[in-house]
């Protein structure tokens, strides 16, 4: 079993910026930070919503994506505020983080 733990980081997308199509209204993204460009890192987008993925929502997008939490792994939550040279106005937006190991075989 590959043993190497990674951060999947969990966030409400305001307008799509970032994604790979733009999308209208704000979307969830949970995606998990490696090695590499950011372009490539792993990523599953829900459709477009403010209500937050559940638990479980979230572990499926996980496995999608090939790996699952790291052992006794819980989501934690930050606040942190949009950049200023967004186009909308700045806000606080709330980031949740997870530690993740990639599954066997995982297509990640």
Request: proline share 6%.
């Amino acid at each position: 079993m590959n043993k190497q733990i990674f951060r999947a980081q969990l966030s409400l997308r305001c307008c799509g910026a970032g994604l790979p199509e733009v999308t209208v209204g704000s979307c969830w993204q949970v995606y998990v930070a490696r090695t590499g460009l950011v372009c490539e890192w792993p990523a599953f987008t829900w459709p477009a919503s403010a209500e937050i993925p559940t638990i479980a929502e979230r572990s499926a997008a996980l496995a999608d994506l090939g790996f699952a939490l790291a052992e006794d792994a819980e989501w934690e939550w930050m606040e942190i505020t949009s950049p200023e040279y967004h186009r909308h106005p700045v806000r606080v937006l709330f980031l949740g983080s997870v530690k993740v190991r990639q599954l066997d075989g995982g297509a990640a």
